[in-house]
């Protein structure tokens, strides 16, 4: 009998969540689909209570206890982890869970940083954010990105044997946006704007590699980066700087600092990743269970 493919996922968040829907709608059983709620609820409550929003009547580890049953096989099971966070909370987030989807055994293994685990060969497959692999791996060349296809064509097969397969469509952009005084009537801000643009862009420092990567150098030769202070949000820097790039949902805080909102630049999408350096007996199966999908997540230049 061949064990189970281990397959790297975030331990928390919305990258999590995207995986376990994308695998319950695959499996298309009552059990994933109970699976993806459970994890996902007790996920969310959990960084409500990190956040100080709730308040458990338990402490951490009999929360942890209740979650995690070693006696049922195929229960998810937690970890305690330090947060972040001031004073360093201990969080309750994803460890492991073994599902079946559509006769394969999966083993979702949960990572900090899964790409970063692909990268050192602990596995053959795994999600994480495209942002991270942007971060850390795509080459900066004069032009920016088309389209999450591209990504892969700017990864040096020296550095990493890790490719993009999929998206898994959970897309939240990164949006040029900027004061209303920046731009002349009928001016549109968007990447043709920025190519003509001398002054400063405000962003957050770990995304300069980032938004380098996706406008390109030659959008970028008169901009300079600027940085929020620890204590202003961004769109207020934004605001200040005049320009800026910033994950956004909604825009709707944009619009309270009397931002406006231009061109989408690059969706913040969890993707399928794989190693192809490494194999296993049930990989292609896996891998066809999310490859191909529709991600509605085309970068316009």
């Known amino acids: 009998m061949t064990d189970p493919l281990p397959v790297a996922v975030p331990r928390k968040g919305r990258p999590l969540e995207a995986v376990l829907e994308r695998i ?28 100080g929003s709730v308040e458990a009547e338990e402490g951490p580890y009999h929360r942890l206890a209740e979650y995690s049953d070693p006696s049922e096989p195929g229960n998810p099971e937690f970890t305690l982890l330090r947060d972040d966070r001031e004073g360093k909370p201990r969080r309750i987030v994803f460890d492991a869970a073994t599902v079946t989807v559509d006769g394969v055994d999966l083993k979702l293994v949960g990572r900090e940083e899964p790409f970063r685990a692909l990268r050192t060969h ?16 795509v080459g900066i060349r004069e032009t920016g990105l088309s389209g999450l296809s591209d990504v892969n064509d700017r990864i040096d097969p020296v550095d990493t044997d890790v490719r993009i397969v999929s998206g898994l469509g959970d897309t939240v952009y990164h949006t040029l946006m900027g004061r209303p005084e920046a731009l002349a009537p009928g001016e549109k801000l968007d990447r043709e704007f920025l190519a003509g643009y001398e002054g400063r862009l ?9 938004v380098t990567a996706v406008l390109g150098t030659d959008t970028l030769r008169d ?18 700087a005049g320009l800026g790039v910033y994950l956004t949902v909604t825009g709707s805080t944009a619009r309270e600092n009397g931002l406006v909102l231009g061109e989408h630049l690059f969706p913040s999408e969890t993707v399928v990743m ?25 970068i316009t230049v």
Do not use: M, Q, W
């Not at 602990?122 to 791996?137: I, N």
């Not at 901009?223 to 200040?240: G, K, L, M, N, S």
């Open 274 to 298: 794989r190693n192809t350096a490494e194999d296993h007996a049930h990989l292609d199966r896996a891998l066809a269970l999310f490859d191909g999908l529709e991600t509605a997540s085309e």
């Open 223 to 240: 901009v300079e980066f600027v940085y929020p202070d620890p204590e202003d949000t961004e769109e207020a820097a934004i605001a200040e």
């Open 202 to 210: 405000c962003i957050s420092p770990r995304y300069e590699r980032l």
């Open 24 to 51: 319950a709608d695959a499996g298309r059983t009552d059990e994933l689909d109970e699976l993806a709620d459970s994890v996902s609820n007790t996920l969310r409550y959990e960084k409500a209570v990190t956040k």
């Open 122 to 137: 602990e596995f053959a497959l795994g999600f994480d954010s495209a942002d991270l692999v942007l971060e850390e791996v």
